[in-house]
């Protein structure tokens, strides 16, 4: 049996992400915001498929639209 067909780390961590994006829908967060998590999300799930490490700017990338959410959420309430 192949070991490389599941993955658990890839899958926690696209799991985790996609639940994000989700969340930020749910809150009604800006569109901007939304398809700038999905390009971070597709950098570092991209990264993990050719077993690179997961992309530095892909974090930085989630962990902005994640301030970026943050902050948007926190005016409006």
């Given at each position: 049996?192949?070991?490389?067909?599941?993955?658990p780390?890839?899958?926690?961590?696209?799991?985790?992400?996609?639940?994000?994006?989700?969340?930020?829908?749910?809150?009604q967060?800006?569109?901007?915001?939304?398809?700038?998590?999905?390009?971070?999300?597709?950098?570092?799930?991209?990264?993990?498929?050719?077993?690179?490490?997961?992309s530095?700017?892909?974090?930085?990338?989630?962990?902005?639209?994640?301030?970026?959410?943050?902050?948007?959420?926190?005016?409006?309430?």
């Open positions: 049996m192949n070991h490389m067909l599941f993955r780390k890839r899958v926690v961590i696209q799991t985790t992400l996609s639940l994000y994006i989700v969340a930020l829908y749910a809150l967060i800006s569109w901007p915001i939304i398809i700038g998590a999905i390009c971070g999300l597709l950098l570092i799930v991209i990264s993990l498929e050719v077993k690179k490490p997961v530095r700017f892909g974090i930085a990338w989630m962990a902005i639209s994640f301030v970026l959410a943050f902050a948007e959420w926190w005016l409006r309430s």
